[in-house]
Each structure stands twice: as C-alpha cells, then as structure tokens.
C-alpha cells in the first residue's frame, strides 16, 4: 500500500518524533509506514489521517 504520509508531514512541517507523539506509535513505526514497509492497523490510519487532516481515502492508496 502507498501512501502519502511523508508529503504531507512535510507540508505540515511535522517531524516523524511528532507525527509518532500524537499517534500514540514510535518514530520508527511512522518511518516504516511512510517507506511502505508496514501497513498500519485500520485504528492507526484513522488516527494518522486525522492528525494530517485528511481523510484514510486520500492517505492511503493500494500500490500499482
């Protein structure tokens, strides 16, 4: 699964530590998400569209 995590942590000016803090996760949790090494549970792709403001549809995308 893609995602878009990382470009709009970046517009948001929000660092991986942050983005962690507020989702309850560790740094490296937000890290292998945002390299598509780990798909988040359907509770914590809730919680990172939130914190992006955005929504699970527009985060998340399956891969081509």
């Known amino acids: 699964m893609e995602n878009q995590i990382h470009v709009l942590r970046k517009q948001l000016g929000?660092?991986?530590e942050d983005l962690a803090r507020r989702c309850g996760?560790?740094?490296q949790t937000i890290n292998a998400?945002?390299?598509n090494k780990y798909d988040p549970t359907l509770?914590?792709?809730f919680h990172l569209a939130?914190?992006?403001g955005t929504t699970v549809d527009a985060l998340f995308r399956p891969a081509q």
Do not use: H, P, W
């Open 14 to 16: 929000i660092s991986q």
């Open 33 to 35: 998400i945002e390299n």
């Open 25 to 27: 996760v560790s740094r």
């Open 43 to 45: 509770a914590l792709a």
């Open 50 to 52: 939130q914190v992006l």
